[in-house]
């Protein structure tokens, strides 16, 4: 991961500008296609991430497959992406050493074929979908939110570089890889990622069916209605977080968040 991020900023600095939502979803795909089936971007005709981005942003689209529309791009990109990841899954179910050749996640799944009726070669190529949509929003949201919060708030920016520049002064070899001792002492680093997740959070919230009635509130709810429990209002609930619209990372100094 770390050799991804270096190999991702040293691309942007010849760069005037950048989509940093649409550069970090590059990178984030990139490299998390590489851990589950061994995807090289480099040696790829087709750029895999491109196609994702395409496909995820006309999933809320008029559903008219018509040359032109959104939709029917849509599912041109959707096809692409799971012609190459059905070759994939078909090229390791031929490799000699089936399911032990690379030892990533795909190896894994592939020995788990038949073991359950559930557990087919076309579901395998579904997981490794589900797997890539997961993670491509996900994280490439999170930073790009905490990009902008952070060039907001230069104080908080100031502090959470100095904590990353005493690690960097307190090794022997100034150009040694990051090590888990030096990752676990990021503590403020952690209260900006809090931070950022609590006013930007990845799911706004979650749906849920009824199976009886039930009453919340004087509200009768009843059965078989679907609900959206929106877990995020509680993060700008006041009687959580003390001034919930503002960014402020130290909040997260304190454990009982009541009293802050």
Known sequence: MEMAVHNALKSWSGKESIDVK????SMVFDFTAKQIFGYDTDASPVK??????SFLGCLVTLPLNVPGTKYYNCMKDHKCIMNKLRQVVKERLAAPKM?????DLLDSAIKDIGTEKLVTEEFVVYLLLGLLAASYDSSSLTVAVAFKLLSENPAVSEELTAEHEAIVDTRIDKDSSLTWDEYKSMTFTRHVINET?????IVPGVLRRTLQDIEVKGYKIPAGWSVMVVTAAQHYNPEAFAEPEKFNPSRWKV???KRI
Do not use: A
């Open 22 to 25: 649409k550069e970090i979803s």
């Open 48 to 53: 895999l991430s491109d196609k994702f981005s």
């Open 99 to 103: 399911g032990e050749e690379y030892g």
């Open 197 to 201: 997740l609590r006013i930007g959070p």
């Open 255 to 257: 454990n009982d968040l």
